[in-house]
């Protein structure tokens, strides 16, 4: 069919549902741009020329964006590589690859038969200590009693009581008090002492920081282990939410703001079915001068466990939107050296008119003018 009969045929039909369109855009379907071009000719082209086959589209005003397409990585929201905080020897592993625990969960014993013998000591040298402090608190009352009761005959009964027998009582009593401070003092830093050995003791019990998944488990029973091990004893991640991190090219990284959305994230290795739509949650706030990126995080929400930590992403980012463009599409156009040019379809006739064009999204383009 000719662009003029298409023009014809398109214009007749919209007017035959009341439609008033002055304006439509040719739009080539089968053929490429010199298909189209030979058509112009019209029906009184040479003979044997073959037809183009087009159709006719109306600008339309929709939104549309600029985007970047990026890779980006999921990550877990929290990980840590658990490690014993004593020095000993594995006595028993309670989780494996794949374990989900609890805060608070056990997730190995570890035994340092040294702490018992250490801890026994403490809890002796505090008992010791706390038997010293009585023996100054009864030897405290006593003379505070004593320096008492001479006092007060000494008041009552002028000459019954030496001075310096009352003097001597005040500072026996005086002694005594301090002697009590001082007991008291090595009693509780006996007992600090145990506290810490305890708190030791305790620590033999390796637990989980938070709730979350075992990724790898580094240890077997019998293993010795410690604060500064090489390998940690296992690798626990959390569950839930993950963090999607991905990094764009400076002029670009310019555009984007915390708290925008239209970021989208989906997963090639899924064949794009799995995916989410996303707002940009946190930037760097500085230029890697290696790479001449900005880092950006966004929350991702996996209460599935779909989204794996490491898992590789495909991250489209809206740089530029506008929710009320004119816009064609992208095949509709005929670039030229120094203009973009569409067929226009008016009374029947196909001619080419120059156009300005503004944002393009690879499948619709923005009409600025013409």
Same mark, same amino acid.
């Given at each position: 069919? +000719?662009?003029? =009969?298409?023009? *014809?045929?398109?214009?007749?039909?919209?007017?035959g549902q009341g439609a008033m369109v002055t304006k439509l855009i040719v739009l080539c379907a089968l053929v490429g741009l010199n298909g189209c071009n *030979?058509?112009?000719? &019209?029906?009184?082209?040479?003979?044997?020329?073959?037809a183009a086959v087009v159709g006719l589209v109306k600008p339309l005003r929709k939104s549309i964006s600029r985007q970047i397409t990026v890779a980006g990585s999921v990550l877990a929201w929290q990980k840590a590589a658990v *490690? +014993? *905080? $004593? +020095?000993?020897?594995?006595?028993? #592993?309670?989780?494996d690859l794949g374990s989900r625990v609890k805060k608070g969960d056990v997730l190995a014993l570890v035994t340092v038969p040294e702490l018992d013998a250490e801890l026994s000591a403490a809890r002796a040298l505090a008992e010791a200590e706390q038997a010293r402090s009585d023996g100054a608190d009864s030897v405290g009352r006593l003379a505070s009693k004593r320096f008492s009761r001479l006092h007060k005959l000494s008041k009552h009964y002028p000459g019954?009581?030496?001075a310096d027998r009352v003097d001597s009582a005040e500072t026996h009593r005086v002694r005594s008090r301090s002697a009590q401070r001082t007991a008291a003092a090595h009693r509780q830093a006996r007992l600090a002492e145990v506290q810490r050995v305890e708190t030791l003791h305790g620590l033999q019990q $390796?637990?989980?920081?938070?709730? &979350?998944? $075992?990724t790898s488990r580094n240890i077997d029973v019998g293993d010795l282990v410690g604060p500064t091990s090489q390998s940690p004893m296992v690798t626990l991640v959390s569950a839930g939410k993950k963090r999607l991190r991905f990094a764009l090219p400076e002029a670009e990284a310019l555009q984007v703001v915390v708290g925008q959305t239209g970021l =989208?994230? +989906? #997963?090639?290795?899924?064949?794009?079915?799995q995916s989410q739509r996303l707002q940009v949650s946190r930037a760097a706030g500085e230029v890697d001068v290696t790479t001449r990126t900005v880092?950006?995080?966004? %929350?991702?929400?996996?209460?599935?466990?779909?989204w794996l930590p490491g898992l590789y992403t495909k991250v489209v980012v809206d740089l530029v939107r506008k929710n009320d463009a004119l816009t064609l599409p992208a095949k509709a156009l005929v670039p030229g050296k120094t203009t973009s040019r569409v067929w226009l379809c008016e009374g029947g006739k196909a001619r080419l008119a120059a156009i300005q064009i503004g944002m %393009? %999204?690879?499948?619709?383009i923005e009409v600025l003018s013409g």
């Open positions: 069919m +000719s662009y003029a =009969n298409a023009c *014809r045929l398109e214009e007749a039909r919209h007017a *030979r058509a112009t000719a &019209g029906e009184g082209g040479q003979a044997g020329a073959k *490690r +014993s *905080r $004593v +020095s000993g020897y594995v006595a028993e #592993v309670k989780v019954a009581v030496a $390796v637990k989980a920081p938070f709730d &979350g998944v $075992v =989208n994230v +989906s #997963v090639p290795a899924t064949g794009a079915k880092t950006f995080e966004a %929350d991702l929400q996996d209460q599935a466990g779909q %393009d %999204d690879g499948a619709v």
